[in-house]
């Protein structure tokens, strides 16, 4: 047994310094190869180095990102009162050492989804217009006021949407549905979140369409296909992966969202079941508590757990929608 250990003690150890030297190796074959490089040829490398960087160092932040949050977080997942199930609990009272964010996840995933359901399909249909259809004189005017929609603070949508929008889903959206509201509702939250993702959609989705060939419009065109049938089936298909990346930063900015919702959702320890009840969202909790939680370990923990998991969501809905993207592609043919 000890010959055994000793044995791969020693193919560990030659293992060991083979990597290092093959690593040493490549290290200072790619300074030789630089210095014997011509002008042209370092200033290329330079380029690589200079976009290797940034690269790696956005993946970087966000590793340290998560692993920060994570040891804020071991606290709350270990301790007897609180632990794993604090991620289905639906009761959260730092008082009585009650930790669990499940309001807070089904709060921010119904949000979000009502932001998305209302603000991709309507800010494709408006980039279709502004591509397709909208005369050359308009078309830059109106994405020019797009795009200043964009620049709005949130805080800014938060107070319109108090002033404006709480008023008009208390006073003529909830009797439309025979029910009772203050206006505060998971109704408010997703629909301000679906007018702030809308210029975001819009104005990358309008972009990614202009990039189409002209051929592919005439092809269509003359193989007999109307305008608006160009518009939906070859247009936009040849622009997925452009449609795609604003479907990726809208679901990004709803999740992560945090002023506007936290101004009109009534921000109520309670699930909604239905879209005129009060909800708190994540971001929202962090928002109002941290300050005063700050100095109660587990209660501290608690909210940086909430945001661990706010991160994970963030992460995950980016990689199921650039499957999405993929798998659209592909049955496309473009990969």
Known sequence: MVEQNE?????????????????????????SDFRNADRPGKIDRIGRIGLLVPAVASTLIIVLILAFLWYESVPIFVSPIGGPGIIVSPTWDPNRDLYGIAIFIVGSLMCTGIAVGLAVPLGIGGA?????????????????IIEMMAAIPSIVY??????????????????????????????????????????????????????????????SLALGATQSETSRKVV???????VGAAVVLSLGRAVGETM??????????????????PTY???SIITNQ????????????????????????????TLTAKLFIRWGMKTRGYI
């Open 7 to 31: 044995s791969a003690n020693i193919k560990d150890d030659e293992a060991n310094r083979a990597l290092m030297t093959s690593v040493r190796g490549a290290f200072f074959k790619s300074i």
């Open 128 to 144: 279709l217009f502004l591509s397709e259809f909208c005369p050359i004189r308009l078309r830059q005017p109106i994405k020019m």
């Open 158 to 219: 938060g107070l319109w949407a108090y002033l404006v929008l709480v008023p008009f889903v208390k006073n003529n959206i909830a009797p439309l549905a025979q029910s009772t509201s203050n206006g505060l509702s998971l109704l408010a939250g997703g629909l301000i979140l679906a007018i702030m993702l809308l210029p975001t959609v819009v104005t990358i989705s309008a972009d990614a369409l202009q990039t189409v060939p002209m051929s592919f419009r005439e092809a």
């Open 236 to 242: 936009l298909s040849a622009a997925l992966p452009g």
């Open 260 to 277: 506007a919702v936290l101004m009109v959702t009534g921000n109520s320890l309670q699930i909604p079941y239905s879209l005129f009840d």
């Open 281 to 283: 969202v994540m971001t």
């Open 290 to 317: 941290l300050g005063y939680a700050f100095v109660f370990p587990l209660w501290r923990s608690a909210l940086f757990a909430v945001a661990f998991i706010l991160l994970i969501m963030s992460v995950c809905f």
